[in-house]
T-cell receptor, first 110, second 117 residues
């Protein structure tokens, strides 16, 4: 699986959009971009995943660049409960496991 | 996720003791996983099982063993616990057949805190 690079920490004001970047310059054509988050030692929670098209669900939006070398997770209206470590993971779905890096610690402040 | 249940949730054990962490799931998923997390670090894969007859080592399997007793049950054992196995352990599950694009979303339990003294 390709490696990912994320900033170690980010801040966001409550109610504003949180944009979390991820670099995955060595991604292969059959690898998906997954995002998970972990709220203070709870089990990681699936957020969203995509291959090359932008994706949106009830939690977030995923924007993948045309060359697929980077992506951005967008939380449109961050709340205090979105404070968590966010992990960007690249994997070939179905045939591989999840390999976690250190992620980005997002702190949402009032 | 309440559909993935880990027991015990907290355990303190002594060095050299055998300890088993159990995981059961009601999701009907065929795949199960065990991860560990050390303070301030990401999760690392210990073992995984893609079906009842399939067991695979992850990146840190030394000192651990697993048993897939049934599709819904996957146990992790520390045969002789040592202090550096003190960590938060997560069980996870996924269904190979799910997803709009064939992708399998992996769901995690709430974790088991293990302290080896």
């Amino acid at each position: 699986d390709a490696k990912t690079t994320q900033p170690p920490s980010m801040d966001c004001a409550e109610g504003r959009a949180a944009n979390l970047p991820c670099n995955h310059s060595t991604i292969s054509g059959n690898e998906y971009v997954y995002w998970y988050r972990q709220i203070h030692s709870q089990g990681p929670q699936y957020i969203i995943h995509g291959l090359k098209n932008n994706e949106t669900n009830e939690m977030a939006s995923l924007i993948i660049t045309e060359d697929r070398k980077s992506s951005t997770l967008i939380l449109p209206h961050a709340t205090l409960r979105d404070t968590a470590v966010y992990y960007c993971i690249v994997r070939v779905t179905r045939y591989s496991t999840l390999t976690f890096g250190k992620g980005t610690m997002l702190l949402v402040s009032p | 996720d309440a559909d993935v249940t880990q027991t015990p949730r907290n355990r303190i054990t002594k060095t050299g003791k055998r300890i088993m962490l159990e995981c059961s799931q009601t999701k009907g998923h065929d795949r199960m996983y065990w991860y560990r997390q050390d303070p301030g670090l990401g999760l690392r894969l210990i073992y995984y099982s893609f079906d009842v007859k399939d067991i695979n080592k992850g990146e840190i399997s030394d000192g651990y063993s697993v048993s897939r007793q049934a599709q819904a049950k996957f146990s992790l054992s520390l045969e002789s616990a040592i202090p550096n196995q003190t960590a938060l352990y997560f069980c996870a599950t996924s269904d190979a057949g799910q997803g709009r694009d064939g992708g399998d979303t992996i769901y995690f339990g709430e974790g088991s805190w293990l302290t080896v003294v």
